[in-house]
């Protein structure tokens, strides 16, 4: 064989295996299976589907949300025990503004308005009666992204035995949970009473049961004009108070009024406001920080004391 021949076969040969290469390289790019035929390739099974699995897992994530609201979970500590506020550091100027005995058709809207104008989150203690009647209200509470709280279903005072106060609470979280969708773990004894066997009960449901360190006095039997009602909030403000005010039970008007001028005050002096769990969280975690820097306290030195 001749040299120009011998060096054409070599060229015919260098291209014929640089094409095989190039063949296979696409084929690996591209995912089809006909050169990993050619060349007794097998996949492992379910080596195809991975990825795509993948991504169906990933689009499926983004649309699952938990079926409880988180922000009515109250941290463990709080869970069956008495709250009035949080104990919090002097320069944590943090205020929640719960409302209670709605929801009501004029008021609470009302309310709502005002608190989605001025970008605050509040806690709402619902009478069960009123949700059954308003539940479009109540819904919209939620919502808006506001907290609900356990308020009873009928609002009685009186002495209750371990079945009416079950019946009193447990219709009243199951009627909430179904119109809103929230799961609450916070209770409001109509009234403040402590010993009618309501407030024993929740915290035997591991409910916190959440009262309040100051009030407008707009349920006040001689309700105060508008002025003494923002005045009674913003001269006892203090960081981890819990403000007592009412959107239901009667004419609020004057609650409705008052709450701009309340709102504005209580930024003014540097407040800014969260829900009832929201405050029990910072105390929680101000506490653990407390405990991890001094692991031994003794009965006259609990953190609770020096905060």
Do not use: C
């Amino acid at each position: 064989m001749s040299s120009h021949k011998l060096a054409l076969s070599y060229k015919v040969a260098i291209i014929t295996l640089l094409t095989g290469v190039s063949s296979l390289s696409i084929s690996l790019l591209v995912g089809t299976t006909r050169f990993d035929h050619l060349l007794g390739i097998q996949r492992l099974k379910g080596e195809n589907t991975r990825a795509g699995l993948g991504r169906v897992m990933s689009a499926s994530a983004q649309v699952v949300s938990p079926a409880i609201n988180q922000m009515n979970e109250v941290p463990k500590p709080f869970q069956g025990t008495i709250v009035y506020q949080a104990k919090l550091k002097a320069n944590e100027k943090v205020i929640a503004l719960s409302f209670d005995d709605g929801p009501g058709p004029k008021n609470t809207a009302q309310i709502l308005e005002i608190l989605k104008t001025n970008h605050i989150k509040a806690t709402f203690f619902m009478i069960g009666e009123m949700v059954k009647y308003f539940p479009k209200i109540a819904k919209q509470v939620a919502d808006d992204g506001h907290v609900i709280g356990n308020h009873t279903w009928h609002h009685w005072y009186r002495n209750m035995d371990l079945a009416t106060a079950a019946s009193e609470i447990d219709r009243t979280a199951e009627i909430i949970y179904k119109t809103t969708g929230e799961k609450t773990t916070l209770f409001r004894p109509p009234g403040g009473f402590l010993n009618n066997g309501l407030a024993e009960y929740a915290k035997n449901k591991k409910y916190a049961v959440m009262m309040w360190s100051e009030e407008s006095g707009d349920a006040e039997r001689r309700s105060p004009q508008v002025p003494m009602l923002v005045k009674n909030v913003l001269k006892y403000a203090k960081p981890g108070a819990i403000v007592l005010m009412h959107d239901g039970g009667g004419n609020r008007s004057r609650s409705v009024k008052a709450l701009p001028e309340m709102i504005a005050g209580l930024k003014a002096q540097g407040y800014r406001f969260v829900t009832i769990p929201q405050l029990l969280e910072i105390q929680a975690q101000e506490q653990s920080v407390v405990m991890a820097a001094s692991p031994t306290v003794t009965k006259d030195e609990h953190p609770n004391n020096q905060l």
